[in-house]
Each structure stands twice: as structure tokens, then as C-alpha cells.
């Protein structure tokens, strides 16, 4: 049920010699679970685990986070999981752009503390401020925003007619799910996801797969099983 820190607090109290062959295999999952995949990357690799598919650096941090945003959904966690679409539908739609139409963002922005900022020098007179003035003719050079992103891909790239499709609706579902975890304060149910975005949790899932697609992540179809191909190594090592 992916509850790995349920499931060591309960190894915890057992006998060493009894739970020796899988206990790091549990931590190495709740470290996963969390984000920190070095440390699970460690593990991994003194067990020789093969369940991580992506691990460069400049892939494994947002592939990651994508698994760990399914597994809310699979855990029913669905306040965690509308507040972290944001940043993934933000990413998805810089890597599709990088990948797509070869523009990086972050050569158009700068940092204020961490947050990303559009830079007003940088931008002045290319392609990209002529596409963000076109949809905001007072156009604030504020904070990077996944609405920015899809107004640039949509100027670079107009014929892409079903990755549009796919980035709208995307757009469409992270906007109405921010307001809901901003104002929500009593449980959020699959239902109310579905009543207010048009799509349940596991049809948004099935919508940011298809935009992965167009990344430069090459995540393959297989790679989305992971967690669960990761259990089965667990459930054996325990049997």
C-alpha cells in the first residue's frame, strides 16, 4: 500500500535476525517516497536493486516527483496530490518547449531568492516577449507560470494541434485544482476533483503521462510501474 514508514516502524519491533533481508529495502523505499532518491540510489545499488529507470541528474529529480505524485492518488491522498500538480505541469511544459521548440526558459529569467523571475533585459525584443506581450499587453515580468509556458509553446509551435490539446487541458486542470487546495479546508475527495476539473485523479495522471511523452525525458511506458516493480523486490526479499 506504499506505506513504507508504517511498514518499518513494524519491522522495527520484530527480531533482527528476522527482518535483516529487507529492512534497508523498506528504508530505501521510504527514502525514495520522499525525494531523496541519492539516498535511495545508495541502497539500490548496494543490493543491486534494478527498479530506478531514469537516474540522470537532469532527468531523475522531476521523473521522480512525477511517481511520487501518482502514489498520492494511489494512497487517496488527494489534498497532497492537487497541491502537487503545480510543479510538475510547470516542468513538463519547460521540458516539452527545451525539447520542441529548443527554447530554455532559464535563459530568459533570473532567480530572487528561489523564485524564478521573468527578466525584462533578457527577454526585451525576441520571440518569446513578442508571444507574452501578444496575450498580455501589460505583461509583468513577475514569477515564471506554467500559463507563460503554454502561450509560448502555442506561438512556437501552432500546428501541434493534440499536444496543445494535452497542454490546455493540463492548464485547465492545474488552475481549478490550485484554487481548490487554496480554499478547500475540508476533506478533498476523487469525486470533487472530477466535479470540478472534468477529469478524476487517475485520468489527470493519464494526461501528464501523455505529456511526458513529448519531453525530453524519454520515460518509456514501463518506467511508470516502477514503484510497484520496487514492492515486488520488497514482498520477495520478505518471503
Not at 6 to 31: F, G, K, N
Not at 75 to 97: G, S
Not at 160 to 174: A, D, F, P, Q
Not at 188 to 203: A, F, H, L, N, P
Request: charged share 30%; net charge negative.
Amino acid at each position: 500500500s506504499y506505506d513504507y514508514q508504517s511498514a518499518i516502524r513494524v519491522a522495527d519491533t520484530m527480531p533482527q535476525e528476522y527482518v535483516s533481508d529487507y529492512c534497508d529495502l523498506l528504508r530505501m523505499a521510504s527514502l525514495r517516497l520522499s525525494l531523496d532518491y541519492k539516498g535511495a540510489f545508495k541502497i539500490g545499488n548496494e543490493y543491486n536493486i534494478k527498479c530506478f529507470p531514469i537516474r540522470e541528474e537532469s532527468r531523475v529529480r522531476h521523473f521522480e516527483y512525477a511517481l511520487s505524485l501518482d502514489i498520492k492518488r494511489k494512497k487517496r491522498e488527494f489534498a497532497d496530490f492537487v497541491r502537487a500538480i503545480t510543479p510538475i505541469v510547470l516542468v513538463v511544459f519547460e521540458r516539452i518547449l527545451l525539447k520542441q521548440g529548443g527554447v530554455n526558459i532559464d535563459d530568459y529569467c533570473m532567480k530572487r531568492g528561489s523564485v524564478r523571475e521573468w527578466n525584462a533585459e533578457k527577454l526585451r525584443g525576441t520571440d518569446i516577449e513578442a508571444a507574452l506581450i501578444k496575450k498580455w499587453y501589460n505583461f509583468k515580468y513577475d514569477p515564471v507560470y506554467s500559463v507563460h509556458i503554454l502561450e509560448i509553446i502555442a506561438a512556437f509551435m501552432p500546428d501541434e494541434l493534440e499536444l496543445n490539446s494535452i497542454l490546455t487541458s493540463l492548464r485547465s486542470v492545474e488552475s481549478k485544482v490550485t484554487n481548490m487546495a487554496a480554499h478547500e479546508v475540508t476533506l478533498i475527495t476523487d469525486k470533487m476533483i472530477k466535479d470540478e476539473t472534468g477529469m478524476d485523479s487517475e485520468e489527470i495522471m493519464k494526461t501528464i503521462r501523455k505529456a511526458f511523452v513529448y519531453t525530453d525525458m524519454n520515460v518509456k511506458k514501463s518506467d511508470w510501474d516502477a514503484y510497484d516493480n520496487m514492492n515486488e523486490v520488497i514482498i520477495n526479499a520478505i518471503k
